[in-house]
């Protein structure tokens, strides 16, 4: 089945810079690749998503990245603000059919004003 | 806050004890899903309906029940075999077929007296 590891697990920076967060899957069959953030207490809800036929997505101050070759993805964020604190979840999955996806393990990301 | 809900927002249990977890939407959605979450473990798969009366075991199964009766309606059954229920738990649906975006309710923490 599909492996997701999700890296770092804890990232603190100071507001206004930018923060990365990295995800590796193992089945090269999965094409889909959601971020969800999570704030304290709250439901995940989804920021961005890529499919595997694009290298790059962006909304606003948030892109995601994906490489196929290598089966990695990351999320970008630039010009962080205090709200942008959250755990934020990668998941990769095969779309279509059967819709299980495979959630990394979090990342607490933590802005300090 | 519409769309998904579950109930209740906080629950305990007593040992020896089944308790249900309750998760309705209104999204006219297909598919739903059960999930259990831990600190730094990320987003388990308990189990998932893709239609009325019919389900499938996710990765942590064991120690729980569930049952599709109505396409709005996916309860889940914590039941005294599982014997570290602690936990957040998250209910999920999509529209199948449909984009791969996945719905989260807003949780339930059960805690064990």
């Known amino acids: 089945g599909e492996n997701v590891e999700q890296h770092p697990s804890t990232l603190s920076v100071q507001e206004g810079d930018s923060a990365v967060i990295k995800c590796t899957y193992s089945?090269?069959?999965?094409?889909?690749f959601p971020w969800y953030k999570q704030e304290l207490g709250k439901r995940p809800q989804l920021i961005i998503d890529?499919?595997?036929?694009?290298g790059e997505k962006k909304d606003q101050r948030i892109a995601v990245t994906l490489n196929k070759t290598a089966k990695h993805f990351s999320l970008h964020i630039t010009e962080t603000q205090p709200e942008d604190s959250a755990v934020y979840f990668c998941?990769?999955?095969?779309?279509?059919?059967?819709?299980?996806?495979?959630f990394g393990r979090g990342t607490s990301l933590i802005v300090h004003p | 806050d519409g769309g998904i809900t579950q109930s209740p927002k906080y629950l305990f249990r007593k040992e020896g004890q089944n308790v249900t977890l309750s998760c309705e939407q209104n999204?006219?959605?297909?598919?739903m899903y059960w999930y259990r979450q831990d600190p730094g473990q990320g987003l388990r798969l308990i189990y998932y309906?893709?239609?009325?009366?019919?389900?499938q075991k996710g990765d942590i199964a064991e120690g729980y029940s569930v049952s599709r009766e109505k396409k709005e309606s996916f309860p889940l059954t914590v039941t005294s075999a599982q014997k570290n229920p602690t936990a957040f738990y998250l209910c999920?649906?999509?529209?199948?077929?449909?984009?791969?975006?996945?719905?989260f309710g807003a949780g339930t923490r059960l805690s064990v007296l």
């Open positions: 890529i499919r595997s036929n694009v």
């Open positions: 999920a649906s999509k529209l199948d077929p449909g984009r791969d975006i996945q719905y």
């Open positions: 089945d090269s069959a999965s094409n889909y």
């Open positions: 998941a990769a999955s095969n779309g279509g059919g059967s819709y299980i996806p495979t």
């Open positions: 999204l006219n959605h297909d598919a």
């Open positions: 309906s893709q239609i009325v009366n019919d389900f």
